[in-house]
């Protein structure tokens, strides 16, 4: 049962360097979501897809992009890398808008990224 | 703003029921109150959740105040491996509201 998988699962990059974070899940889900942990914080939603062929800002958006490839994969890119970005990134999925607010979300082990 | 408030941090002895306390008094009448717990910066594992009543299931009980402004997630019986970062979460629809947390130690 693979769920949520993120790859890569640790990057090191230099200031102004573009990287993008893949994520897939094999649930049928129809929302998927990025998240970013800093040190001794909760998450907070970067960006979401409620359903194929839709994305939306979620609460700090600025210096991602997100594609929705497919239903099964979510990616977030960063373009120009800045030390401030330097966090764990997670990615969930949930069965989607259909359930309101009565729909679990299911998250990957996330990606550790450094920028220097 | 923080949806949710909880205590930084608890101890629970082992074998003993763990009882971690929330504050959600902006939540609406539709929001639903999640419980995620997060071990060693791995994934959020969720726990349960509930809308109005009480819930169960294998790993917990979930207790909701009448008039839903708090909340309190009982583990039953605490284990080491229930050491971990216990969030309680207002879910809006489309966007989970994390706040810092419970670290909850269960000593032996």
């Known amino acids: 049962n693979a769920g949520v998988t993120q790859t890569p699962k640790f990057q090191v990059l230099k200031t102004g360097q573009s990287m993008t974070l893949q994520c897939a899940q094999d649930?049928?889900?129809?929302?998927m979501y990025w998240y970013r942990q800093d040190p001794g914080m909760g998450l907070r939603l970067i960006y979401y897809?409620?359903?194929?062929?839709?994305?939306d800002k979620g609460e700090v958006p600025n210096g991602y992009n997100v594609s929705r490839l497919n239903k099964r994969e979510f990616s977030l890119r960063l373009e120009s890398a800045a030390p401030s970005q330097t966090s764990v990134y997670f990615c969930a999925s949930s069965e989607g808008p259909s359930q309101g607010g009565n729909q679990p979300q299911h998250f990957g082990d996330g990606t550790r990224l450094s920028i220097l | 703003d923080a949806k949710t408030t909880q205590p930084t941090s608890m101890d629970c002895a082992e074998g003993r029921a763990a009882n971690l306390p929330c504050n959600h008094s902006?939540?609406?009448?539709?929001?639903?109150v999640y419980w995620y717990r997060q071990i060693h910066s791995q994934g959020p594992q969720y726990i349960i959740h509930g809308l109005k009543n009480n819930e169960t299931n294998e790993m917990a009980s979930l207790i909701i105040t009448e008039d839903r402004k708090s909340s309190t997630l009982i583990l039953p019986h605490a284990t080491l491996r229930d050491t971990a970062v216990y969030y309680c979460i207002v879910n809006t629809g489309n966007q989970f509201y994390f706040g810092t947390g419970t670290s909850l130690t269960v000593i032996p």
């Open positions: 897809s409620a359903s194929e062929g839709t994305t």
């Open positions: 649930m049928n889900h129809n929302s």
């Open positions: 902006t939540i609406s009448g539709n929001e639903y």
